[in-house]
């Protein structure tokens, strides 16, 4: 099985700043890569596949990147809106998800 | 508009067997993997298992595998996860979901509560 790391657990962000999220496997997986966002209360939203590509409807401020087993997803600005819980997934050999990673406001 | 609608919260007592459902449409639902998402209260997200509904193929992740079922229906493009015998850990959100690049498309999750 597959095992999903994402550092750090919680980070704490302004308003504006640039932010960087990291996710490891175990093993590569290629680029088969996304990246969800949640909510309190919602279900969550995929917002990058194929480790690097949009879904649509995401705003441009989202951008990811990596192959193999190192990736990102970076937030140019963050919006108000932005802060929730991101998770990574890769989907090469099945599924497995990271554990989160927790943005919240400063 | 392209939807997954899961049916209502569920309170249930141990031991007791549950089966709960996941309703597609506005795209052809036997052509996509719908896949099965377990949030225990205050966690993240796990991966339960997955179906093809267009020849009913499935595959469980190995913490649930034994543990749940996983069937569909194309007649009704509905898909269905069940319990046998519901544990109070088994208490938790689970989401349906569609596998299309990334899980593109979910459920609004169904509650279960299992309690005595």
């Known amino acids: 099985e597959i095992v999903m790391t994402q550092s750090p657990a919680t980070l704490s962000v302004s308003p504006g700043e640039r932010v960087t999220l990291s996710c490891r496997a175990s093993q590569s997986v290629s680029n088969s890569l996304a990246w969800y966002q949640q909510k309190p209360g919602q279900a969550p939203r995929l917002l990058i596949y194929s480790a690097s590509t949009r879904a649509t409807g995401v705003p441009a401020r989202f951008s990811g990147s990596g192959s193999g087993t190192e990736f990102t997803l970076t937030v140019s600005s963050l919006q108000s809106e932005d802060f929730a819980v991101y998770y990574c997934?890769?989907?090469?050999?099945?599924?497995?998800f990271g554990q989160g990673t927790k943005l919240e406001i400063k | 508009e392209v939807q997954l609608v899961q049916s209502g919260a569920e309170v249930k007592k141990p031991g007791e067997s549950l089966k709960i459902s996941c309703k597609g449409s506005?795209?052809?639902?036997?052509?996509?993997?719908l896949a099965w998402v377990r949030q225990m209260p205050g966690k993240g997200l796990e991966w339960v298992g997955v179906?093809?509904?267009?020849?009913?193929?499935?595959r469980y992740s190995p913490s649930f595998q034994g543990q749940v079922t996983i069937s569909a229906d194309k007649s009704s493009s509905s898909a269905y996860l069940q319990w046998s015998s519901l544990q109070a850990s088994d208490t938790a959100m689970y989401y349906c979901?569609?596998?299309?690049?990334?899980?593109?498309?979910w459920g609004h999750g169904t509650t279960v509560t299992v309690s005595s």
């Open positions: 979901t569609r596998h299309h690049f990334g899980m593109d498309v």
């Open positions: 997934q890769q989907y090469n050999n099945w599924y497995t």
């Open positions: 179906i093809y509904p267009g020849d009913s193929e499935t």
């Open positions: 506005g795209y052809n639902f036997t052509n996509y993997w």
